[in-house]
T-cell receptor
């Protein structure tokens, strides 16, 4: 069976510090991968998606970036965090692009 | 851009009652999906319905799609306290566009 992992679960970072969030998927190959951000009490905002190694599509211009160094690894990064980067970050994978998505447990990021 | 918008924003019912949530969207879609999110957790996929389908069932869940009205509904029958969660609809347009999520309906089922 397939599983998706995210870490860390919770992160408190000062403004201006770097960020690295990792997402890995097990039990499948060549998945489509997605990063979303969810503000409190709101819907999901798509940040990045990837259809293959090294292939990243950005949906929202911001100070975040994403990389896919391996088939089942998706990393969300920032060189300098802003207060507005606080939120709940969710990674998801799916077989068909924009079909059913399977979400990880999420990382709650608080930028102070 | 298209967007799924759920209605109502919040719903409170007693255990055993049925819960109905609605989703409206703006443009032609390839598929519409419903997800559940327990507080502080990731989303769980419930049902995907394609534009050429009108109704789908999964256990106590029933989803309908009316493409002429650009709307969908999620019915949870015989609700349980464990159904308490936020429910989101998400639409994928028929131009290969991304999945766009609505703001969700917060369902509270009281025992």
């Amino acid at each position: 069976s397939q599983t998706i992992h995210q870490w860390p679960a919770t992160l408190v970072q000062p403004v201006g510090s770097p960020l690295s969030l990792e997402c890995t998927v097990e039990g499948t190959s060549n998945p489509n991968l997605y990063w979303y951000r969810q503000a409190a009490g709101r819907g999901l905002q798509l940040l990045f998606y990837s259809v293959g190694i090294g292939q990243i599509s950005s949906e929202v211009p911001q100070n975040l970036s994403a990389s896919r160094p391996q088939d089942r690894q998706f990393i969300l990064s920032s060189k300098k965090l802003l207060l507005s980067d606080s939120g709940f970050y969710l990674c998801a994978w799916g077989r068909g692009l924009w079909e059913t998505q399977y979400f990880g447990p999420g990382t709650r990021l608080l930028v102070l | 851009s298209q967007q799924g918008e759920e209605d109502p924003q919040a719903l409170s019912i007693q255990e055993g009652e049925n819960a109905t949530m609605n989703c409206s969207y703006k443009t032609s879609i390839n598929n519409l999906q419903w997800y559940r999110q327990n507080s502080g957790r990731g989303l769980v996929h419930l049902i995907l319905i394609r534009s050429n389908e009108r109704e789908k069932h999964s256990g106590r869940l029933r989803v309908t799609l009316d493409t002429s009205k650009k709307s969908s509904s999620l019915l949870i029958t015989a609700s349980r306290a464990a159904d308490t969660a936020s429910y989101f609809c998400a639409t994928a347009d028929n131009q290969g566009g991304k999945l766009i999520f609505g703001q969700g309906t917060e369902l509270s089922v009281k025992p």
